[in-house]
């Protein structure tokens, strides 16, 4: 009679054993994971720091100082900032507003100067057009005949002359207004002839502050000043820049 195999037997049991005591092991407690800050050690580690050694001190208080150290700099550096960074920004701005001028005024001397024969052209022209204006102002010595030819022109047409009385002159920057209080006296169509020929004259003549009146007899009575001009000679144009020159200083 053979005897059973008990190598087996044996090796399950020791399997089953094993089985236990792995399950054993897993339903043990896991121990407890320790805090990620210690803040007792860190009070500690604080409380025993040598001011006089920073080399030797822990490494949690010496990252808490550096921390510290770099916060307290950007607040330094923000609060002192403010002031400079303010008058800068505010010289951006006058900057930028003196580059927009300065190309304003770059775009319109460049305007200019494409159109500069342009310029040139129209300023010749008005130096004729003025010239032939002030061929029109008498000179000094042809103020009398001027007179004369006013005068002349009321009684070509029949007015009578009550009143022909020239004023004072009036100086202006090139010429002088030579004013003429007329009283003149006739019917509706020779004053109207009589103003026509004044605009026919070769001379500047106006007539202002014109007033007519109707006489009993059916004629009118026409009250005007009449306005000559003449032009500056070179020492009359000399000594009125000097005084417009001195009142400027005043």
């Known amino acids: 009679m053979k005897l059973p195999d008990l190598s087996s037997l044996f090796k399950r049991k020791s399997a089953a054993e094993r089985l236990a005591e792995a399950q054993a092991v897993k339903a043990e407690p896991a121990p407890p994971k320790p805090p990620l800050i210690d803040f007792q050690q860190l009070a500690t580690d604080f409380k025993t ?10 490494l949690a208080p010496r990252v808490v100082s550096l921390l ?5 700099l950007l607040a330094a550096a923000w609060g002192f900032g403010q002031t400079g960074w303010s008058v800068q920004l505010e010289e951006l701005e006058a900057a930028k507003s003196q580059e927009a001028k300065h190309k304003e005024e770059w775009l319109g001397k460049k305007r200019q100067a494409v159109n ?4 040139r052209r129209q300023l010749a022209e008005i130096d004729r057009s003025f010239g032939a204006l002030l061929k029109q102002l008498p000179n000094k010595a ?16 029949g007015l009578s002359v009550e009143l022909f009385k020239p004023g004072g002159e009036a100086r202006r920057e090139f010429y ?9 006296i006739g019917s509706y169509h020779d004053i109207g002839s009589f103003t ?11 007539l202002n502050d014109i007033n007519l009146s109707a ?7 026409l009250r005007t000043t009449a306005k000559t001009f003449r032009y500056l000679d070179e020492g ?3 000594v009125q820049k000097k005084a417009a020159s001195k009142g400027a200083k005043k």
């Open 116 to 119: 500069l024969d342009e310029y």
């Open 68 to 72: 510290g150290l770099f916060a307290l």
């Open 215 to 221: 006489n009993p007899n059916g004629t009118l009575v």
């Open 196 to 206: 026509g020929d004044l605009a026919k004259l070769p001379r500047i003549v106006t």
């Open 49 to 58: 720091l040598d001011p006089k050694d920073p080399g030797l001190w822990p």
């Open 142 to 157: 042809e103020m009398g005949d001027m007179l004369v030819d006013i005068n002349k022109a009321a009684q070509a047409r």
């Open 176 to 184: 002088a207004e030579v004013p003429i209080t007329l009283n003149l």
């Open 236 to 238: 009359e144009m000399a």
